[in-house]
C-alpha cells in the first residue's frame, strides 16, 4: 500500500490502515516524544495521545508538503499542549541582558544517553525550550509562540537550560574521573 492510499484510508477510519500508520511512523515519533518527555513512560504516554490526534486529523492533511514533517508536528504540538495545561511554562523571569552563550564542545563527548538522561531531568520549561531551539531548530520568536511566552522568556529559558546541562555533565566526568581514580587506586594496593 502506497502512502496516498494508506494516508486516505486512514480518513475512512481504516484500523488496518491506522496500525500501518503506527507501524511505519511510530519509532520517530516515539524519538520526539522521549526528547520532550520526563522519562520513558511519560514518552509513551504521549506518543499514543499523539496518534490519537494524528488519526483524529488526518482528513486535515491536505498533500501539501511532508506527511511526516505534518505527523512531527502534530505530535510536538500534542506533547507542548500536556505541559501547557500542566504548569504555566512562563515562570521564570524575564532577562534580555543575559547573552546566549554559543554551544560549545561539552556536549559532543557525552554517551548520547547519558545526554538524554540530562535533557529529560531538566524543569519543563527548560527542557521545551533546549529541545525546541537546539535540536529541532525553532526561533525564540516560534518558541515562545508555541510556549505562550515572550522571546526574551524563551532566550533566558535556553541560557539556564544550557548552564544546567553543562554543570550536569561536569558531575558526571567528575564521577568518572573518580572511578577511574578508584579503580587505578584499588589495581595498585592489589
Known amino acids: 500500500m ?95 541582558e543575559e547573552a546566549e552563550p554559543e554551544v560549545d564542545g561539552d556536549y559532543e563527548h557525552v554517551n548520547l544517553d547519558t545526554l538524554l538522561k540530562h535533557i529529560q531531568e531538566l524543569p519543563d520549561k527548560y527542557r521545551l525550550t533546549f529541545n525546541l531551539y537546539v535540536l529541532d531548530g525553532y526561533t525564540h520568536k516560534e518558541i515562545s509562540e508555541l510556549l505562550g511566552t515572550t522571546q526574551g522568556t524563551s532566550k533566558s529559558n535556553l541560557a539556564r537550560a544550557r548552564k544546567l546541562l553543562r554543570e550536569k555533565i561536569e558531575i558526571t566526568k567528575n564521577k568518572a574521573i573518580i572511578g577511574l581514580l578508584i579503580f587505578f587506586l584499588l589495581g595498585f594496593c592489589v
Open 2 to 96: 502506497g502512502l496516498e492510499e494508506l494516508i486516505n484510508n486512514c480518513k475512512k477510519g481504516n484500523r488496518q490502515a491506522q496500525e500501518q500508520l503506527y507501524r511505519d511512523y511510530s519509532r520517530t515519533l516515539f524519538g520526539i516524544c522521549l526528547k520532550y518527555s520526563r522519562n520513558k513512560t511519560e514518552a509513551e504516554d504521549n506518543l499514543h495521545d499523539s496518534f490519537m490526534v494524528i488519526y483524529k486529523k488526518v482528513d486535515q492533511f491536505k498533500f501539501k508538503g511532508s506527511f511526516e514533517g505534518w505527523l512531527k508536528r502534530i505530535t510536538v504540538n500534542t506533547v507542548l499542549q500536556k505541559y501547557r495545561k500542566e504548569e504555566p511554562l512562563s515562570l521564570v523571569t524575564e532577562n534580555t
